[in-house]
């Protein structure tokens, strides 16, 4: 299996705090792989340096079998690589559609002279976007909440709502921050459900995720990380029983 996203030696300093030491991480097509671990471990941290949020002391990074060098959020999101965030980033004044429509506006061509005279083609453009900002609403099962201001939306809502936001820059890859943070039972089922879809359908994940349950239960493949390194890599099966890793994150009582 060809490999969507391959990085090697990845190493990220705050001040005094090595919050990654020579992290690797492959992705294939059409998996879904969890990095895990303890708080604290780095895993936010490396999303955010992958994403183009924080600038990699040292790296080696690969997407879709070419060099990219994550400089920015907007340089990532156009070569394809989309995000959530661990806290939620709504525009929470905005309706539900509309925070999804800002999502397909990385692709558009309207540009700023488009905006500001209102070309045939911009408005056909500003419709395409409206049908299919609707068409992820329906996708993520949030159609019924379209025009609600976002704020107003249930916690586990607003979760969906960043993941059909994500969708609507046209990823290859989808890296998720702990989207099953704060949901009940039932939500935690539904977005399995839903993650799941969004893989059949042809769009590589990359899951951080403290709900062991479901990060086994679908993934691939796993990376654990420990005080900013790799301590293990491998099927779920293999990591739920590495020594390493029950020490530092699972405890015995999960084998």
Known sequence: MTLLLDVADVSKRFGGVQAL???GLQVPHGSIVGLIGPNGAGKTTFFNVI?????????????DGLPYSPESVAKVTKAGLARTFQ?????GEMTVLENVMVGCHCRSKAGLLGAIFRFPSTRREESAIRQKSLSLLAYVGLSEFAQMQARNLS??????LEIAR???TEPQLLALDEPAAGMNATEKLELRQLLLRIR???ITILLIEHDVSLVMGICDSLTVLDY???IATGKPADVRTHPEVIRAYL???AV
């Not at 806290?87 to 525009?91: A, P, Q, T, Y």
């Open 251 to 253: 405890g015995q009582g």
């Open 51 to 63: 994403t183009g949020l924080y600038p990699a002391d040292a790296g080696i990074f690969l997407f």
């Open 166 to 168: 994500a969708l609507a």
């Open 87 to 91: 806290n939620i980033r709504l525009f």
């Open 21 to 23: 030491e020579n992290v």
């Open 200 to 202: 059949t359908d042809g």
């Open 228 to 230: 900013g390194k790799v």
């Open 155 to 160: 916690y586990g809502h607003q979760r969906r």
